[in-house]
């Protein structure tokens, strides 16, 4: 089989497209015949040494969590996947040496879920990473709810700090199917336009208004929950539209690792700021995540695609090097790899 890998940290250079023989599913585990893969900001970082660091856990590593493809074998012990289910992948990389960026590969079954009837292996290699964290931060509050469903975030307002990238694309569509009122801020009218397409029900530009007026027009009682992308830079801009018990979930460190929270606004409403890492989050609440974004699939939530807000930018397998840049360059849009026809 063709498999991109890696032998140590580095520049997108460190990438080889090598011939490999084909692996063998274990106990407990599936192989999945690779159809399409789906890059993030934490497959170039991971690749870069923002890990593992200098020495790699394996001796070379495929790199991309998340995929979508069909099992094509299945380890002693699996009775949950059959061979020709078509499943969408998560975690694929997560302390093993097996990702998605190669033409079969090796995952222990619960990271492989099965895709309901009619949903592509585009929209299945977009899920995992993005998907599943926009599900953690919207599930954080103090008062809930823990698991997501239509109506579940019935009389909430949630905030989706760059409504316009994979995760806040993700975080828009499932907060509005929900039942949340949607507020995104975004830079620029074309990013607004794929906001809207999303799902969001409001969209503020921070760059030509004030920010946190214009949501305290939209939310006068202030904003529920906060899907934040960038704490260093909007820290000031949360805290003046936060309700009570408001929680501000962040999942990543644009604009840098440190930043200040003013006390005062934040005391007085009791916010919860809620750092989250698909990683770490543990098996129950990757389970959650899984089933729930199932059945919005099954809704016909969470597409892809310019008219769903999210543009396609494709690559093939022998340039997952150019993939890497691309993500790591901010492309507006969701960037995949065609590892396999169907």
Known sequence: MRSIVYTKPGASSVLDLVDREVPQPGPGEVRVRVVVSGVNPTDWKARAGGTYGDALPFPEITPNQDGAGVVDAVGEGVTDLAEGDRVWLYMAAASRPTGTAQEYTVVPAARAVRLPEGTSFDVGASLGVPAMTAH???????????????????????????????????????????GATVVTTISSDAKAALATAAGAHHTVNYRDEDAAARIREIAQDGVDIVVEVSIPQNAGLVADVLANHGVVSIYANDGGDDATLPIRPNMSVNARYQFLLLYTIGD????????????????????????????LVRFGLEDTAAAHDAVEGDAVGKVLIDVASV
């Open 284 to 311: 129950d609440a990757l389970a959650a995540a899984a089933e729930d974004v199932t059945t919005a699939l099954r809704d016909g939530v969470l597409p892809v695609g310019e008219d769903a807000g999210l543009p």
């Open 136 to 178: 953690r931060a919207l599930t954080t509050h103090e008062h809930g709810p823990a698991r997501l469903s239509p109506g579940a975030l019935e009389g909430r307002t949630v905030l989706v700090a760059g409504g316009a990238g994979a995760v806040g694309h993700a975080a828009i569509q499932l907060a509005r199917w929900a």
